[in-house]
């Protein structure tokens, strides 16, 4: 048997101590369920299903408590969840001490439109960022549900980051002469963004809604993406450089692996020709 619930927890503990002790009854919805065996083949769902999704909308759901409670014989296993300021503090815990950069928070709600011919519609976005060169991790939420695989976020998010980091080397001449620009991979390897957006009108790839495909979604988000990481590298000249030297690092250690994987190649076919 697996029960959980969700309470609301003040958001910061200055708030704490301008609120009222609470007194009130307690309110809400319990739902019970049990998977059908003529449908499904297997129904022992292990708590880390739950743990996982918890987790994930205590992160786009700031201040919010999500507590796990797992019947274990008479007793119960107890695990919460509460991210007080959000995805920020998503990034911090998985930046940890290996921050490259401080981390960066950027919102905006915009209005936008998927073709010419259609309705407007509210975008909002909630971004956080940072860099390091020792883990890295990109999340998109939606709504707030995790996009697996991203769709409109993904693309906005390698085309931004890409075009501002390749324009800041370019700008400060740091490619060699003949050296060819960045690829996303380069920058991935050392970013940390979890972006949480939601909209009015959503479209997604299917029916498992692991990609939001929405064209004025993605416009939308590029262009807030480039102009936040421009204005953040003009105001931020020592980390800018910190940060886009490390993608170059990067770039170069990828180019040479790729060289040394192509020559070894090169010398196995070379040998089996002479045999």
Known sequence: LVSFFVAVKICSSSDAL??????????????????????????????????DIMKRQAIVNAGIEFVFRNQNGKSFDTTSYNYVNG???????????????????????VKTRDRDDKPEYKCKMDISVA??????????????????????????VRNAFVYQIDSYLKQNNKYNKTESKIKYDDVEDSLVCVISSFSSVSSYENQTKKAVT??????????????????????????????CEQVLINKRSRENAEKTRQDRKSTRLNSSHRT
């Open 87 to 109: 995805i920020v503090d998503h990034v911090a815990e998985v930046v940890g001490e290996n921050g490259l950069s401080s981390i960066q928070h950027w919102e905006t709600e």
């Open 214 to 243: 929405n064209k004025g979604i993605q416009d939308a988000m590029t262009a807030f993406l480039r102009q936040s990481l421009e204005v953040y590298f003009i105001e931020n000249p020592l980390e800018a450089e910190k940060i």
């Open 131 to 156: 860099f390091s060169n020792k883990v890295h991790l990109t999340e998109y939420y939606h709504n707030s549900s995790w996009l697996e695989h991203g769709g409109a976020p993904d693309k906005a």
């Open 18 to 51: 301008k609120k009222e002790p609470y007194s009130k009854k307690d309110t809400g919805t319990k739902i019970h369920w049990k998977p059908d065996l003529e449908v499904f083949t297997d129904i022992d769902i292990q708590p880390e299903y739950f743990l």
